[in-house]
C-alpha cells in the first residue's frame, strides 16, 4: 500500500498523493479474511500483534504466534465436527460466540472463518433472553461463551436447542454442568494439535458473520456480513489513516461491533501492535502505551475534554486566565487556517476580503498559538500519551467545541460514518480535508444519495432528507428476513441508512440526526435532538443530556450533572451545598436553566423552538451497566423513555 508521511491536519495533502492514496489496495487478490494471516504472519512475523494487559492471563503475541493459535483452533473445531468443509456453500455453519474483547476472541472468531464456517457474535454482557434469541434464530449449532457465569445464565434453555458443542473461553471446571457438551479453549487447541487443518473453499460472498442489532424496534434482526464486505474496508480504509508496521493502537470498542471490529481487522492487515483497554484503564494506557492510532466514539472524546477541564479548574485563578487567552486565541488562528483552506462549513466561498482579513488574523494569532502549543498545549496532549497521530471517531457526531479544542490542540481526530448494515464505514474524512462538522467523503466505490423521507425523490445538493448509500460495503441482507431486507435495500441496491443528512457539491456528508429520533412539536416543528445535545454538552455542568418533547409544546431534558464541577463553582460563589447536593434547589436549578438558555442560544442556527422548557436533573448516569448507552456509548432514548415514562408526563404537566 502506498504509504503517506504524517503532516499536520491544519495542512492540505497535495493531489498526486491524494489520487496516489485513492487508487492504493492492500490485500487486492484474496477471497476471505483467514488468507490474510498468512500473509501478515510472514511479512510482520515478530512484530507484536495483540496485547492484553487487563485480561487474565496477561496475553500478548506475535503475528506468528497468532496465526499459529488461529489455525490450532480452527483445526480443534474441525476434528471435533463443529464445522465442516463449505465448498460454495454461501451459508456455512453458524457459530453463536458471546465474549467481550480478548485475545481468545479473535482466535476464535477467525478460527472459525478458517475452519468453514461463520460466526454469531454479541456481548457477554447482552441480556440473556436476547443471546438465546440470537442462538435460535441464526441456527447456531455451536456456542462458545465467555465464561461459566453467562453459560449458567443461559444453561436452563440449552437443551432445548440443537447444540452441538459448547466451547467455554475461561479455563473453569463444569463439573456442575453434567448434562451439556462443555470443553474449554485450552482443549480445542489441544484436539487441533493432533488433527489436521483441512483447506475450505471460501468465496468473497461465502458469510462471515451475523451481528445482530440491538433491537430497539421489535426483535433485533441478524446483520449477514459477508467477506467481501469486510474486504472491501480492509483494502480502502487507508484512504483514512495509514498506519505502518509496529504502530500502535489503542482498542477500546468491542470486538464484537461492526465499527471495532473492522478497524480492528484494518489495523492488523497493516501490521500494528494492538492493545486491547477499557473505560476504567483507558486513562492509564495511553500513558504506558503512548498509541499511534484509535478507533474511538465520541463520548470518549468527552470524556478527555472534560477531564483537561477538571484540572484547568484546579489551577489558580491567574493561570486558568493565561489557559483561557491561549485558547481564545488559537481558536481564531485555526478558525482563519479553515477559511484559507477552504473548510470552513459556514463560508465554503469566502471573498477577497473575507480571505485578507483571515490573513491577518492568522498575522497576529500564529506567535501566540505556536507559544501556547509549545507551554500548554504540548501537556494536554500527553493525556493521550504524546505520540497520538490520529484517532478516527464514529458511531455519532463529534460536537463542535470538541473539534475545535481538539483541533487546537492538535490532536488529529477524524469523524467517519457508517452502520452495522454497511461494515460499517461509509464516508471518512481525510487528514488533508479535514472539515469540520462533516462525517467526510465516500470511500472509493460507495455513493450517497438525499431523498425526500416520504416521496424518495431525489434532493438537490444541500437540502436535507433521508440518506441512501451504495457500495461493496453494504449487507448480504437481514438473515432469514426477506420482507425487512426488500425494506431496507431497493431494487437497485440503495441501502436506506434511517438517518437524515445533507450532501455538499463535494460530496461531504452531514449527519443531522436519525429520522426516528425527529422530535415533533405540536406546532409541526421537526426538531432534531442531537445538534442542540451536542451544544448543552459544552457547559461544564451538564455530564449527559437527552433531550423529550414528542407531541408537547416545547422540548425538555434529562441532564446528568457534572458534580464535580457543580461543587467547584459553588466555592467560587461561597455557596454553601448540601452533600450531596440538592439538585432541586432553586439555586442549582437557576444555574442550570441559565447554561441551556445560553447554550442552546448560542448555535448558529438557532431557532425559537429550540429552548428547552422543563428539565429534570437525574441523580444516576445513562450507563452500560442500567442499559442506558449502547457499547459505542450513545444514548439509548427509547429505554430512557420508557425508563422514566411516568417523569416526562409529569414533566409536561
Known amino acids: 500500500m502506498t504509504q503517506s508521511s504524517y503532516t499536520s491536519p491544519l495542512y492540505p495533502m497535495s493531489d ?45 503475541l506475535t503475528y506468528q504466534e497468532l496465526w499459529q493459535q488461529i489455525q490450532l483452533f480452527a483445526s480443534g473445531l474441525q476434528s471435533l465436527g463443529v464445522v465442516n468443509n463449505t465448498d460454495n456453500n454461501h451459508i456455512p455453519p453458524r457459530v453463536a460466540l458471546f465474549a467481550d474483547d480478548s485475545p ?39 456456542l462458545v461463551v465467555e465464561n461459566l457465569a453467562l453459560l449458567k445464565k443461559l444453561a436452563n434453555h440449552l437443551q432445548d436447542l440443537p447444540i452441538h458443542l459448547i466451547i467455554l473461553l475461561s479455563e473453569e471446571s463444569t463439573d456442575d ?19 489436521t487443518l483441512q483447506p475450505v473453499k471460501l468465496t468473497p460472498q461465502t458469510l462471515a458473520t451475523l451481528i445482530y442489532t440491538s433491537g430497539t424496534t421489535g426483535k433485533p434482526k441478524g446483520v449477514m456480513l459477508t467477506h467481501a464486505n469486510f474486504l472491501y474496508q480492509i483494502n480502502y480504509l487507508g484512504v483514512t489513516i495509514q498506519p505502518t508496521q509496529g504502530e500502535i493502537t489503542l482498542n477500546i470498542l468491542p470486538t464484537w ?22 473505560i ?61 483552506n477552504g473548510l470552513d462549513v459556514a463560508n465554503p466561498n469566502p471573498s477577497l476580503s473575507q480571505k485578507l ?16 502549543d509549545r507551554i500548554v498545549y504540548v501537556k494536554m496532549r500527553a493525556a493521550t500519551g504524546g505520540q497520538l497521530k490520529f484517532a478516527i471517531s464514529g458511531g455519532g457526531s463529534l460536537a463542535m467545541h470538541l473539534e475545535d479544542f481538539f483541533e487546537t490542540i492538535n490532536i488529529g481526530l477524524l469523524v467517519g460514518y457508517g452502520l452495522t448494515e454497511t461494515s460499517p464505514v461509509l464516508s471518512a474524512r481525510q487528514y488533508w480535508q479535514n472539515l469540520r462538522g462533516s462525517s467526510g467523503r465516500p470511500i472509493p466505490g460507495t455513493e450517497f444519495k438525499i431523498v425526500h423521507p416520504e416521496t424518495r425523490q431525489t434532493l438537490a445538493i444541500g437540502e436535507k432528507g433521508l440518506i441512501l448509500a451504495r457500495g461493496p460495503q453494504i449487507m448480504a441482507g437481514y438473515y432469514e428476513n426477506p420482507e425487512a431486507t426488500a425494506k431496507a435495500i431497493d431494487p437497485d441496491g440503495w441501502f436506506d441508512t434511517g438517518d437524515l443528512g445533507y450532501l455538499t457539491a463535494n460530496e461531504d ?29 459544552r457547559s461544564p455542568y451538564i455530564d449527559q443530556i437527552m433531550l423529550v418533547g414528542q407531541d408537547q409544546k416545547s422540548l425538555g431534558a434529562f441532564i446528568v450533572p457534572n458534580v464535580e464541577a457543580l461543587e467547584k463553582w459553588a466555592e467560587s460563589q461561597s455557596i454553601s451545598l448540601e452533600s450531596p447536593p440538592n439538585l432541586d434547589s432553586k439555586t442549582i436549578q437557576d444555574l442550570f436553566r441559565q447554561e441551556l438558555n445560553r447554550e442552546v442560544k448560542d448555535r448558529p442556527s438557532y431557532r425559537i423552538d429550540d429552548r428547552i422548557g422543563p428539565f429534570v436533573l437525574l441523580t444516576t448516569p445513562f450507563s452500560l451497566e442500567n442499559g442506558m448507552l449502547t457499547q ?22
Not at 22 to 30: E, H, K, L
Not at 108 to 137: K, S, W
Not at 509 to 529: C, H, M, S, Y
Open 509 to 537: 456528508i452531514f449527519i443531522t440526526g436519525r429520522a426516528k429520533d425527529t422530535i415533533v412539536l405540536t406546532n409541526g416543528e421537526n426538531i432534531e435532538p442531537q445538534p442542540i445535545e451536542d451544544a448543552c454538552l
Open 257 to 278: 461491533h461492526s465499527f471495532g471490529r473492522t478497524g480492528e481487522y484494518f489495523c492488523f492487515s497493516q501490521g500494528c501492535t494492538q492493545v486491547y483497554t477499557n
Open 16 to 60: 498526486r498523493e491524494r489520487h496516489n492514496l485513492n487508487q492504493s489496495t492492500t490485500y487486492p487478490q484474496i477471497n476471505s479474511l483467514p488468507e490474510i494471516w498468512s500473509i501478515a504472519s510472514e511479512k510482520f512475523a515478530n512484530i507484536t500483534a495483540v496485547h492484553a494487559p487487563h485480561h487474565q492471563p496477561v496475553t500478548k
Open 280 to 340: 476504567r484503564y483507558l486513562k492509564s494506557d495511553f500513558q504506558e502505551y503512548s498509541p499511534h492510532y484509535m478507533i474511538s466514539v465520541p463520548r470518549i472524546w468527552e470524556s478527555i475534554y472534560e477531564g483537561v477541564q477538571k484540572q484547568l479548574r484546579e489551577q489558580p485563578a491567574k493561570k486558568q486566565n493565561l489557559v483561557k487567552f491561549f485558547l481564545t486565541q488559537s481558536r481564531q488562528y485555526i478558525r482563519a487556517k479553515r477559511l484559507i
Open 177 to 195: 454442568l453434567p448434562n451439556l457438551p462443555v470443553i474449554t479453549f485450552s482443549q480445542v487447541i489441544e484436539a487441533g494439535k493432533k488433527h
Open 632 to 653: 459505542t456509548l450513545k444514548i439509548k432514548r427509547n429505554v430512557v423513555m420508557d425508563h422514566y415514562h411516568d417523569m416526562i408526563n409529569k414533566m409536561f404537566t
Open 104 to 142: 481468545q476472541w479473535l482466535i476464535t472468531d477467525q478460527g472459525i472463518m478458517t475452519a468453514g464456517g461463520a460466526d454469531v457474535v454479541r456481548g457477554a454482557g447482552a441480556d440473556p433472553e436476547e443471546l438465546l434469541f440470537i442462538l435460535q434464530n441464526s441456527g447456531s449449532s455451536s
Open 357 to 372: 482579513s483571515a490573513y491577518l488574523q492568522i498575522l497576529i494569532s500564529a506567535p501566540i498559538h505556536a507559544i501556547a
